[in-house]
């Protein structure tokens, strides 16, 4: 089923490079080693590469609508004005987390004598720095280790802070242009989204894999017992109807892999407005061509049955 667009739950995947769910995100970076930590600030960067350049094409998309609604609909322009702010003000405050948490793992990785994380510390799977279960995570510690670990969890716990603000904010900013009867559309989340729907059909079409190969094995004695007998040519018919459907498959998931940058083109940016119930061709494409995909996968076995 086609997920519904320009919702709040879509925003949610920006932070799937860290966590599975919302509800699932910790207070604090979870820190075992050295290695966790850089693991932790490489996510971060990535993520803030990414929602940087969101947030220059959400600014060029905005600039039509406030100078519009500063006319129109000063209190709409207030709001909308007033979320712009909060989400360059969250970005910069997780831009300066990460900068603090990269000193201090530099520092760390310069003095490995100070001991902030434990020699046997990849071995306490469950165990992380600042876990409270952990009561030797500070003891028999320097008071400059203890320095660094507080650091590291208060930066971290900023992060996140910062991170849930501003996916909020953008749910806020959506909302706005809801009630105005437009989709605020952030295509690399849209994308996304639809990315792990069709990795779930994919995975359903490898399901095939066995059935296809069974039935080439009929084919192949058909056209060995008798290539211009009736029942070959319904295989061999059958067998160029499966390969059509094949390469339209193909043909989707490689759309699909490739709809970042198509969308963007159309769009002219990976940010837009647009009005409910208008929709980018991308989007009618993807619409019409995932119900053909689907439509396949349970045509497939009917026909192979039928053999």
């Known amino acids: ?45 990535d993520w803030l590469k990414a929602e940087m350049s969101n947030y220059k094409y959400l600014n060029r998309a905005m600039k039509k609508e406030l100078a519009y609604y500063r006319k ?7 709001e909308i004005d007033k979320e712009i702010d909060l989400i360059a003000n969250y970005l910069d405050k997780v831009k300066l987390g990460v900068s603090k948490q990269i000193k201090l793992a530099t520092r760390i990785k310069k003095r490995p004598s100070l001991g902030v994380f434990d020699k046997n510390s990849s071995q306490k799977k469950k165990k992380g ?10 003891q028999n510690k320097s008071e ?3 320095k660094i670990i507080k650091s590291l969890e208060k930066n971290s716990i900023q992060i996140l802070a910062n991170q849930s603000n501003y996916i909020t904010s953008i749910g806020r900013l959506i909302s706005i242009f809801r009630k105005k009867k437009h989709r605020l559309v952030f295509i690399r989340d849209q994308v996304r989204e639809w ?11 490898q399901k095939l894999v066995p059935t296809l190969a069974n039935f080439n094995l009929i084919l192949s004695e058909a056209l060995f017992k008798s290539a211009e007998s009736e029942y ?8 160029r109807r499966l390969e059509r459907f094949n390469n339209q498959m193909d043909k989707f998931e490689s759309y699909v892999n490739n709809l970042e940058s198509i969308a963007g083109k159309q769009a002219k940016g990976l940010v837009y407005l647009i009005k409910e119930g208008e929709e980018k061709n991308y989007e009618k494409k993807y619409k019409k061509d995932l119900e ?13 049955e039928s053999v």
């Not at 720095?129 to 500070?138: G, I, P, Q």
């Open 1 to 45: 089923m086609i997920h519904k667009m320009n919702r709040v739950s879509v925003l949610i995947g920006t932070l799937f490079l860290f966590y599975s769910c919302s509800s699932q995100i910790p207070s604090s970076w979870v820190l075992r080693d050295i290695q966790s930590l850089d693991a932790k600030i490489m996510n971060t960067k």
């Open 72 to 78: 129109k609909d000063f209190r709409a322009y207030q």
């Open 129 to 138: 720095l600042f876990s409270k279960k952990n009561d030797n995570s500070t």
């Open 144 to 146: 400059k280790a203890i």
């Open 195 to 205: 990315g792990q729907e069709v990795k779930g059909l994919a995975y359903e079409r």
């Open 232 to 239: 070959a040519n319904n295989i061999v018919n059958l067998s």
């Open 292 to 304: 053909n995909y689907q439509s396949i996968l349970k045509e497939i076995p009917k026909m192979i």
